[in-house]
């Protein structure tokens, strides 16, 4: 069992209508959570690192906890850089032992994103990494950069960008945003853009970036034990089911991890005010983070029995 590169599992998820979960890791805990839910639930399974992670915990510590949980769990996992700024950013995770980057270019002119993105491209595909580009922009934040409003994806420049970079998947934008409020009032995602790609780009794999479903039973536990968190509202799962049987390959969450490790660290401390030990909190974490892992490969991604 290895690191391995998302180009089966993306070809497999495409064939059978279903989509890879990507999470992103941050520490022991959530890297243990996620894998060992990938594996009660025999599902392929994509670790991602945002630039942020990166910097709190390491690129060498979070490789080799990956490459821990690979011979603890005896899964293939994808190891992903999320959001790569730069070409630099991206050969800095190819060199420390990445699978796959993300180059986003979305913040540039088209031409300029088209320009870059060629290049990580060029020098990912000579070390046999995979790359996601994006193209559209989310709502919300993406890393440092606040983009107020979304632009959706323009189907005819999504092939012609696909056709002139050689990626290998891409990010689109069609109305889910990063973090806990994604939508004022109803959710709505257009899903008349992603069929347009999906026809005029057969068996190319497409990837949903915030698609955290921010589930109010967290919320309402947070809130129960002290947190403040109001307004917030993610993609209802029929939503990513719907992606999931359709292009999309590739699911991002990363707010409902932090939201149910939040939550659960609260109960641990609102129940029992005397307690210090990290490994209860940080234990408990643990295993809501994996609840919620299976229950996303269950009803969401579609994944299960597909290893
Ligand atoms: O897309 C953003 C991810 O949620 C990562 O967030 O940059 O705070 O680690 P971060
Ligand atoms: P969420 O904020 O919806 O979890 O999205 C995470 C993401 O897209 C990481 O790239
Ligand atoms: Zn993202």
């Known amino acids: 069992m290895a690191l391995v590169t998302t180009k089966e599992m993306?070809?497999?998820?495409y064939e059978g209508h279903y989509a890879i979960g990507a999470f992103n890791i941050n520490n022991m805990e959530i890297i243990q959570a996620v894998v060992n839910g990938?594996?009660?639930?025999?599902?392929?399974?994509?670790?991602?690192?945002?630039?942020?992670?990166?910097?709190?915990?390491?690129?060498?510590?979070?490789?080799?906890?990956?490459?821990?949980?690979?011979?603890?769990t005896g899964i293939?996992?994808?190891?992903?850089?999320?959001?790569?700024?730069?070409?630099?950013?991206?050969?800095?995770?190819?060199?420390a032992g990445f699978t796959s980057v993300m180059f986003d270019g979305?913040?540039?002119?088209?031409?300029?994103?088209?320009?870059?993105?060629?290049?990580?491209?060029?020098?990912?595909?000579?070390?046999?990494?995979?790359?996601?580009?994006?193209?559209?922009?989310?709502?919300?934040?993406e890393d440092d950069v606040n983009v107020e409003h979304s632009t959706y994806t323009e189907p005819k420049q999504a092939i012609d960008f696909v056709q002139r970079t050689g990626c290998d998947s891409l990010a689109i934008a069609i109305g889910t945003s990063h973090g806990a409020f994604k939508f004022t009032g109803e959710a709505?995602?257009?899903?008349?853009?992603?069929?347009?790609?999906?026809?005029?780009?057969?068996?190319?794999?497409?990837?949903?970036?915030?698609?955290?479903?921010?589930?109010?039973?967290?919320?309402?536990?947070?809130?129960?034990?002290?947190?403040?968190?109001?307004?917030?509202?993610?993609?209802p799962a029929d939503m990513l089911r719907k992606a999931s049987s359709m292009a999309v390959c590739k699911i991002n969450m990363d707010t409902d991890i932090r939201l149910a490790m939040t939550?659960?660290?609260?109960?641990?401390?609102?129940?029992?005010?005397?307690?210090?030990?990290?490994?209860?909190?940080?234990?408990?974490?643990?295993?809501?983070?994996?609840?919620?892992?299976?229950?996303?490969?269950?009803?969401v991604l579609g994944s299960t029995n597909s290893l």
């Open 10 to 13: 993306f070809k497999k998820a």
């Open 38 to 72: 990938a594996k009660a639930q025999k599902s392929p399974v994509i670790l991602q690192v945002s630039s942020g992670a990166m910097k709190y915990a390491g690129a060498t510590y979070l490789r080799k906890m990956v490459e821990a949980a690979i011979e603890d």
């Open 76 to 95: 293939d996992i994808a190891l992903h850089l999320d959001h790569g700024a730069s070409l630099d950013a991206c050969k800095e995770a190819i060199n």
């Open 106 to 141: 979305s913040h540039y002119d088209y031409e300029e994103n088209v320009r870059l993105t060629k290049e990580v491209v060029e020098y990912a595909h000579s070390k046999g990494v995979v790359v996601e580009a994006e193209l559209g922009q989310l709502a919300g934040i």
């Open 188 to 235: 709505k995602l257009e899903f008349g853009i992603l069929e347009e790609i999906q026809n005029a780009l057969p068996g190319f794999p497409i990837v949903l970036h915030g698609a955290s479903a921010v589930d109010p039973r967290y919320i309402a536990m947070c809130n129960e034990y002290g947190g403040q968190i109001s307004g917030a509202k993610g993609v």
């Open 263 to 299: 939550a659960n660290v609260r109960k641990v401390f609102g129940d029992n005010p005397k307690e210090f030990d990290p490994r209860k909190y940080l234990g408990a974490a643990r295993t809501s983070i994996q609840a919620l892992v299976e229950d996303k490969i269950k009803d």
